[in-house]
Each structure stands twice: as C-alpha cells, then as structure tokens.
C-alpha cells in the first residue's frame, strides 16, 4: 500500500509568489494534519483535518497560510504571500483515527520549500 | 505553555554501545507518547506509549514512560551504524495533536 504522497518534493520560489503543497493520505485513513520542520522550531502542527472538516488550526502562523480538503483523498497548503521566514520542510501525515481518538500517524516524505 | 524537552540534544557513541535517551514533558490534557525516528526524510513511528510502567520492546530498541514524573526514555542497545538518526519524542494531547520535543542527534561511529 502506498504511504503517504507530497508533491512536489521541491520547491524554490521567490518572495511574494503563491506557493501550493499538496497531499494524498493513506487510502481509508479519516485523520490528516500538516506540520512544518525548522531547524530553530522543530516539528511544529499547523492544522489538522478528520473526515475532511478542519478541527484544529491554531498552529496556522497567519493569515498568508490556508489549508484546504476538498476530499478524503487530497489535501492543500497554500502560502500566499511566500516570505523567507516560511522556509522549511512541510510533512503531510495521515492516521486512521477517528475524531476524539488516537492512533499512530503516518509522515509524507515532505517538501522542502525554499522562499528567495 | 505546553513542551516536550529531549535530552541530549547530541550524542555520539560507538558502535556496540548501549544508549539512553530522554524525553520530559509538561502538556495538558495528555493522552500518549510517541516515538519517532527522523533519518534524511520523514519521521518513522517507533512506540506509542500510553500506560504509565510497562515497557514497549521492539529489537534492540524498548521505551518505557512513567506518567508519575513526566518522563520516558528510549534504549537502544548494541547500537549499530544504521541506528544513526533524528529521535523525536512527541506527546499526544487531546485526541490527535502531536506536540513535538526538538528531538536528539544520535551519531553511531563504526
């Protein structure tokens, strides 16, 4: 079974583009969440989505950040106006949890986002 | 303010040592512990922790936690080149939402 999907693996553009990540969970999973990785904050959770409703997104930095799920199967984050403090690694997971419930969750390879 | 704090930050040890590695943590409405394993790409589960004393084993890796002082620790023993990598501790709050330790460094030198 395939994990996790991020596209695209790389991204490098320049301050003040739009910038869209996006994300295919595991098949059957209800639960999927966004996290961005810097070397000064770690692992941090931006928003998280179960059965494709957003449940949680104080993580979200401001106002420039929107994450979307239209479907069970794909997921958006889109940065608009990109700036050079958003440089980092963005994970996609998924888990099979349904609300109100834990269970293991399943990291995307990420993608690495450079902002000129 | 919710954290979750790792230490070492670093370690280097020889292949064949034994090594310890700790994770406290201070995060409302706790409800697990999770480890991960980060190598030059995504985090890779290792245990979820959620009773306080019992030991997860898997290989030369086991985890423990004790909810009492608000600590776990990792052991990998007989560490072997390829167990160099990111460690993250993480702890589940809620239901879903993992806040993260700034992880350790671990370097096994052949």
């Not at chain 1, 998924?94 to 293991?104: E, I, V």
């Not at chain 2, 009492?68 to 560490?79: D, G, Q, R, V, Y």
């Amino acid at each position: 079974d395939a994990g996790v999907i991020q596209s695209p693996r790389h991204e490098v553009t320049e301050m003040g583009q739009e910038v869209t990540l996006r994300c295919k969970p595991i098949s059957g999973h209800n639960s999927l969440f966004w996290y961005r990785q810097t070397m000064m904050r770690g692992l941090e959770l931006l928003i998280y989505f179960n059965n494709n409703v957003p449940i949680d997104d104080s993580g979200m930095p401001e106002d420039r950040f929107s994450a979307k799920m239209p479907n069970a199967s794909f997921s958006t984050l889109k940065i608009q106006p990109s700036e050079p403090r958003d440089s980092a690694v963005y994970f996609c997971a998924s888990s099979l949890a349904s609300l109100g419930y834990t269970d293991t969750q399943y990291f995307g390879p990420g993608t690495r986002l450079t902002v000129l | 303010e919710d954290k979750v704090v790792q230490s070492p930050l670093s370690l280097v040890v020889h292949e064949g040592d034994t090594v310890t590695l700790n994770c406290s943590y201070e995060v409302t409405n706790f409800r697990s512990l999770l480890w991960y394993k980060q190598e030059k790409k995504a985090p890779t589960f290792l245990f979820m922790l959620t009773s306080s004393g019992i030991e997860k084993k898997s290989g030369r890796l086991s985890s423990i936690l004790d909810k009492k002082e608000l600590f776990s620790i990792l052991n990998i023993t007989a560490t072997q080149t390829g167990d160099s990598a990111v460690y993250l501790c993480a702890v589940v709050q809620g239901a879903q939402k993992l806040v993260f330790g700034q992880g350790t460094r671990l370097t096994i030198n052949p």
